[in-house]
């Protein structure tokens, strides 16, 4: 794990990376590391995160910013400039229901070769999917989803990356965590080692892969 600056920690994606964004509706984003990206201006990025925002909220400012070329998200609606843009063909967006989206997520943390679940199951969800039967039942074998970067907004952090959240910041950022081949963390306090007990450490610092300075 090492400690780099916001601007050299940005300058690492470059045009085109894919980005597993934590945060629900922006509460849990890291909100520093986005409002970078918007300055340097990337473009071409795929997103994989619950929502795209609002405007001026989150993720809403990469939409806002035309940077975004593909979202797969569980909802948009209320983001109205993400609709209009999906609208007007300058952004494909890959709708995906809210518990399979982590539980993909989580398959492509963990190894695995996807999940089987009935969401979906007789709904336009299926189309171009395997159906297995298991039990009498039909599923849908949902693939696994890894990114390039995982972008993860924590409340505390210690000296060797442990990570920490603060109530329902705790949402995808443990999971995406998981699920990215470069993990950058935005923490709003840094402390000294020690401070998080073993106990309350949510993610540890040997997923961690850079963490950013405050100041």
């Known amino acids: 794990?090492?400690?780099?600056?916001?601007?050299?920690?940005?300058?690492?994606?470059?045009?085109?990376?894919?980005?597993?964004?934590?945060g629900f509706m922006a509460v849990g984003s890291p909100q520093r590391?986005?409002?970078?990206i918007v300055r340097q201006g990337k473009k071409d990025l795929t997103v994989i995160a619950n929502d795209s925002a609002s405007p001026g909220?989150?993720?809403?400012?990469?939409?806002?910013?035309?940077?975004?070329h593909k979202l797969v998200v569980s909802h948009i609606g209320l983001n109205p400039e993400t609709q209009q843009q999906l609208l007007a063909g300058d952004?494909?967006?890959?709708?995906?229901?809210?518990?399979?989206?982590?539980e993909r997520i989580r398959a492509g943390g963990s190894g695995l070769g996807g999940v089987l679940?009935?969401?979906?199951?007789?709904t336009v969800v299926e189309e171009g999917k395997r159906k297995i039967e298991v039990g009498g039942r039909d599923f849908?074998?949902?693939?696994?989803?890894?990114?390039?970067?995982?972008?993860?907004g924590a409340f505390l952090a210690d000296y060797l990356g442990n990570l920490q959240y603060a109530l329902t910041a705790r949402n995808f950022n443990p999971v995406i965590a998981l699920a990215a081949d470069t993990v950058i963390v935005e923490a709003e306090n840094i402390?000294?080692?020690g401070v998080i007990s073993p106990?309350?450490?949510?993610?540890?610092?040997?997923?961690?892969?850079?963490l950013i300075a405050n100041g």
């Open 199 to 210: 106990d309350h450490v949510i993610t540890p610092g040997v997923l961690v892969d850079y």
């Open 1 to 22: 794990m090492q400690t780099i600056s916001l601007e050299n920690a940005v300058s690492m994606i470059p045009d085109g990376a894919s980005l597993l964004v934590g």
């Open 140 to 152: 849908l074998l949902e693939l696994p989803i890894r990114a390039d970067f995982a972008l993860v």
């Open 91 to 102: 952004i494909e967006c890959e709708l995906v229901p809210q518990g399979t989206l982590i």
């Open 33 to 36: 590391v986005i409002d970078e």
């Open 57 to 68: 909220h989150g993720i809403g400012k990469l939409i806002t910013a035309r940077l975004v």
């Open 117 to 122: 679940t009935p969401t979906g199951v007789g």
């Open 191 to 193: 402390v000294p080692t």
